[in-house]
T-cell receptor
């Protein structure tokens, strides 16, 4: 079955450490997204990519970086510059005039 | 700019009661899509419905129904005879139909529904 796979499900980061969240899709979707969700909040867009080797900043891109070397993959790196990274991260993909398909999320905690 | 407002932060109902979740949106686009997603405690967002702006026909799917009114920019969601399994956070979302940014989805902040047995 087609879908989006996010890994790991839980991730712990030490202060000053970079961590990378994985997102893979086999839906042949062109566009992929990373959202951040904080408790009691909606989803805020971090980065998105509409085609391979191209990506755009969303509303809260500071402290994050992405790459899109393959259509299927859109990893998100949470850098040490992100001062408050503890959150739930959701990856999504979509095709033209379609709804989003979401992954099951990664819960990141700073220890 | 697009905006989606879900004024109800949290709602609690007793099982078997009907409940309506409100969604009001703002957009300058003449054509757009509206969505509802369910987020159970596990965290994954589950797609419920997509509605085109040029189709104002209301839709019913089992215990779920949606009332789209373009004149008031609202897309409300009603659960009939609520069940404990309906307990979740529900998000309303909006995206343009075409053009630059047409892939981008704007979410409301969500409404947390608790159905009490």
């Amino acid at each position: 079955d087609g879908g989006i796979t996010q890994s790991p499900k839980y991730l712990f980061r030490k202060e000053g450490q970079n961590v990378t969240l994985s997102c893979e899709q086999n839906l042949n979707h062109d566009a992929m997204y990373w959202y951040r969700q904080d408790p009691g909040q909606g989803l805020r867009l971090i980065y998105y990519s509409q085609i391979v080797n191209d990506f755009q900043k969303g509303d809260i891109a500071e402290g994050y970086s992405v790459s899109r070397e393959k259509k299927e993959s859109f990893p998100l790196t949470v850098t040490s510059a992100q001062k408050n990274p503890t959150a739930f991260y959701l990856c999504a993909s979509t095709g033209p005039r379609a709804g989003y398909t979401f992954g099951s999320g990664t819960r990141l905690t700073v220890v | 700019a697009q905006k989606v407002t879900q004024a109800q932060t949290e709602i609690s109902v007793v099982e078997k009661e009907d409940v309506t979740l409100d969604c009001v949106y703002e957009t300058r686009d003449t054509t757009y899509y509206l969505f509802w997603y369910k987020q159970p405690p596990s965290g994954e967002l589950v797609f419920l419905i997509r509605r085109n702006s040029f189709d104002e026909q209301n839709e019913i799917s089992g215990r779920y129904s949606w009332n789209f009114q373009k004149s008031t920019s609202s897309f409300n969601f009603t659960i009939t005879a609520s069940q404990v399994v309906d307990s979740a956070v529900y998000f309303c979302a909006l995206r343009p139909y075409s053009g630059a940014g047409s892939y981008q989805l704007t979410f409301g902040k969500g409404t947390k529904l608790s159905v009490i047995p």
